[in-house]
């Protein structure tokens, strides 16, 4: 038997490729073909998204945009590569989403409404009111949301901001903030900030309680450490890419009604319509009377969006997003004239509005239907990914093409929301861990040589699904194999080559850019103080009890309290060997309390303090037992902005 198995293994050694180095930074012959494949397929001549993406532009930026401590938060010639027919190593439809991406600038929409787009993945559009701008979404980081106000006021006259409004609970549109206003400014009443219903709370649970982990996939989601260029980083889909800077928050003034409002801000009238549990727990849209103007936020604009985005989240609700558009589509569509977003560029004329709407409509009930439609048929989550296909119109509205979300990926976000994340196969209930697994696959393989040569063999006939997953696996079992990670990297890199979609790329390309050298720990930071400042105390409690390790827990049990005398609050600390179970108020038996204020607890949570410099200025007190702090903070996990994902 054993010999047996060493003769096959021999003999499957054997296909090997003569043990050559795999290529990089080329599109294989298949790559190409596939690619090809796709320009024949889609109609990528059309111009009509290239005139409505250069329509009404005023003003440029001409050099880069530089964050307060002097490094680039932005810069200009980016993407300058974008020109032409897509190369082999581009999928040409998501080549030609990216160049519409691309194009920046400050662009009038209609007088009175503007919109700085192409400096950041998301767009800021500035209304201009009786007294000032009102800001909607001012991106993700503040240099370039402050770059685009300059450049507004420097071309169309200087107005003060007077109101800023956060259409949703996502960091880039709201990490900007200070770019536009001040926390000064908003305590004195010269500015305003609306938010949806649940935006604090919701803000809290994306950026705080799973931001570490979220940080971490964001890389790879986005492609932050993947260089630009045709064989790397070429866009997101949603946008071009990330802003770099810190990331900032301030409080909103009032978060508005679930059941939706009309104000009027500075002399506009908004109609404001909820749309939770769509794109984002916490959301809306509005309609612009004045100018028969729908900005959709998110949950309407040029892409098929992530039913379930890849950096982690809840799992959206398809059905509730297709029929709050119908909704949109009914209340508005023949009252508008034009229709933007806080991604993308606008469509002008009412019949192109409620086209698009009707479309991205259907995209998500589609999705949701057929992924129904199947399971009832007993197929399973990764039988539905491979059938689903994509409907009539996504051949002919580019807006609803998997250029972020994919009808791959989100019908299994569907499946997951109504089924979970079992898919009824028996073995998959209590499988082994990857590691675990993957060490017994390549012994039951006949070993790394063998499982290698299959790999390599994968690679020339271009069958890169199959060859990922074998080739993954062996660097689980054997993760210092550096011929099973070369060849993987290559493999990776063509998928990535092949995707329209610019999240998959971008998660191809990063696996492939691991996996040849070690990660830069650059992930995204959502955890500054500034975004600590805005989160409720309890809420902030609960996060750090998200961090107790009970294997660090070394002390006894006891009840800890925090006093916060510049908030007149109180948290009490329930710490237990297992679990810490933080609620409002003061405990009588408290074993220890600590007087601290809260802007010095965000200090101290986000790594700029220490606390002994705090108690040995005098900016903190205690009495009772101090060891039980210590107790508590050496049972705190630290949270490491890197962590492995393409190697064990």
Do not use: C
Not at 247 to 276: K, M, W
Not at 350 to 357: P, T, W
């Amino acid at each position: 038997m054993h010999a047996a198995r060493s003769l096959v293994a021999a003999a499957i050694a054997g296909l090997a490729l003569g043990n050559a180095s795999p290529p990089q930074g080329a599109a294989t012959d298949q790559t190409a073909q596939h690619n090809q494949a796709v320009a024949e397929r889609l109609p990528l001549s059309d111009p009509q998204d290239f005139a409505d993406a250069r329509r009404g532009l005023l003003a440029q930026l001409d050099s880069d945009i530089a964050a307060s401590d002097g490094s680039i938060a932005w810069s200009i010639d980016t993407f300058d590569f974008l020109q032409g027919a897509a190369p082999p190593t581009a999928n040409p439809s998501l080549w030609r989403q990216s160049q519409l991406a691309a194009i920046h600038g400050l662009f009038e929409v209609v007088p009175g409404i503007y919109q700085i787009r192409g400096y950041d993945l998301s767009v800021m559009t500035l209304i201009a009111g009786d007294s000032g701008w009102i800001v909607i979404d001012p991106l993700l980081s503040a240099a370039p949301a402050r770059a685009g106000l300059e450049l507004a006021n420097a071309t169309l006259g200087q107005k003060p901001v007077v109101a800023v409004l956060y259409t949703h609970s996502h960091a880039d549109h709201f990490g900007g903030v200070m770019g536009v206003t001040s926390r000064e400014e908003l305590a004195a009443g010269d500015v305003v900030i609306y938010a949806p219903h649940g935006f604090t709370r919701e803000t809290v649970g994306e950026s705080v309680l799973a931001g570490n982990a979220m940080s971490r996939r964001a890389q790879y989601q986005f492609g932050t450490n993947v260089p630009p260029g045709p064989a790397g980083a070429i866009g997101v889909g949603l946008g071009p890419k990330l802003s770099a800077g810190t990331i900032g928050l301030l409080p909103p003034s009032r978060e508005l009604s679930p059941d939706g409002e009309t104000l009027d801000i500075d002399g506009i009238t908004f109609e404001f319509v909820d749309a939770g549990q769509t794109e984002a727990p916490s959301e809306f849209v509005f309609y612009l009377p004045q100018f028969n103007a729908f900005h959709g936020a998110e949950v309407v604009t040029r892409v098929q969006h992530n039913i379930l985005t890849p950096r982690g989240a809840i799992v959206r609700d398809s059905l509730q997003w297709s029929r709050k558009i119908d909704e949109f589509l009914m209340r508005f569509g023949s009252r508008s004239d034009v229709m933007l977003a806080s991604h993308h560029w606008p469509s002008w004329g009412g019949e192109a509005v409620r086209a698009k709407l009707r479309n991205q409509r259907d995209a998500y009930r589609y999705i949701h239907d057929q992924t129904l439609r199947m399971a009832n048929q007993g197929m399973t989550m990764d039988e539905i990914a491979e059938a689903i296909g994509e409907p009539d119109f996504a051949t002919t509205d580019f807006g609803v093409r998997g250029y972020y979300g994919t009808f791959e990926h989100n019908s299994k976000a569907v499946y997951q929301r109504y089924f979970g994340w079992w898919n009824a196969v028996p073995a998959d209930y209590a499988a082994l861990p990857k590691v675990e697994e993957a060490k017994k696959w390549i012994a039951a393989l006949g070993g790394g040589a063998a499982a290698l040569a299959q790999g390599e063999k994968a690679f020339s006939d271009g069958d890169y699904r199959w060859g990922a997953r074998l080739l993954q696996t062996l660097v689980f079992a054997e993760p210092d194999n550096a011929a099973a990670k070369a060849w993987l990297a290559a493999i990776y890199e063509q998928l990535g080559y092949q995707a329209e979609g610019g999240t998959w790329r971008n998660i191809y390309l990063s696996a492939a850019l691991e996996l040849r050298a070690p990660a830069d720990n650059d992930s995204l930071n959502t955890v500054t103080a500034s975004v600590l400042a805005a989160v409720p105390t309890l809420d902030l409690f609960d996060a750090l009890a998200a961090r107790f390790n009970p294997k660090k827990m070394q002390g006894a049990e006891a009840v800890l309290t925090f006093n916060f005398p510049d908030t007149q609050e109180s948290i009490s600390v329930d710490m237990r060997k297992s679990v810490l179970f933080p609620r409002a108020g003061t405990a009588p038996d408290a074993a220890v309390t600590l007087s601290i204020r809260r802007s010095d607890l965000n200090l101290l949570l986000a790594q700029e303090v220490q606390l002994p410099q705090l108690l040995a200025s005098g900016a903190a007190t205690f009495a009772g037992d101090i060891a039980v702090l210590g107790t508590l903070f050496g049972a705190l996990d630290e949270q490491a902005p890197y962590f492995e994902i393409v190697r064990p």
